[in-house]
């Protein structure tokens, strides 16, 4: 149990999945705004606030995002998708550059992020890889150096399970209570 919340802590807290959460924030608040009343019951208690706190998100995205990567880190498909840190072996000086790894059990389109690897600085970050075998994947970006045996990549959870959790928090966050039904 200690293990799964310091992963969450540490996903909490990891600037690429913040960045992911923005981006799911404005998402789902500019879908709340397109909105129509009828749709949100006769007396809009909850059209009123989730309009109010999607304009707040949307106008000011920095003084949320902190509630929304904590409480999306803490569910539980989130947390079940992180992996462990598998070693970096190698990086290609290419575009796209391949990544050399012991077995990673990856799958194309999964998202990693990368850090600590050095000379292919350009890896460093969150990526959609591209499998190419069980050692190698590919990220959608140019080298700028063969990296050697630094780093770790990590598999994240997919952008449509942050996307679904940041949907499901809107009316929470927003203070919609059982009286607005």
Do not use: C
């Amino acid at each position: 149990m200690a293990d799964l919340l310091i992963k969450q802590a540490v996903l909490a807290q990891n600037n690429v999945f913040r960045q992911r959460i923005e981006m799911a924030m404005f998402t789902a608040m500019t879908a709340v705004q397109g909105e129509a009343l009828g749709a949100m019951t006769a007396n809009g208690g909850i059209y009123s606030k989730r309009q109010a706190y999607a304009t707040a998100a949307l106008t000011n995205p920095n003084a949320h995002v902190d509630r929304f990567a904590w409480a999306v880190a803490a569910n539980s498909t989130i947390a079940a998708a992180i992996g462990s840190p598998v070693a970096i072996t190698s990086s290609t000086n290419a575009n796209p550059i391949v990544v050399t790894t012991p077995v990673h059990g990856y799958t194309t389109g999964d998202t990693v992020e990368i850090v600590g690897h050095l000379v292919n600085t350009s890896a460093v970050g969150g990526w959609i890889i591209t499998v190419l075998s069980t050692t190698t994947f590919s990220i959608p970006v140019a080298g700028v150096g063969v990296g050697g045996a630094t780093g770790t990549v990590t598999k994240q959870p997919t952008d449509s399970d942050i996307q679904f959790t940041v949907n499901s928090l809107v009316s929470d966050f927003a203070g919609v209570t059982a009286q607005d039904t």
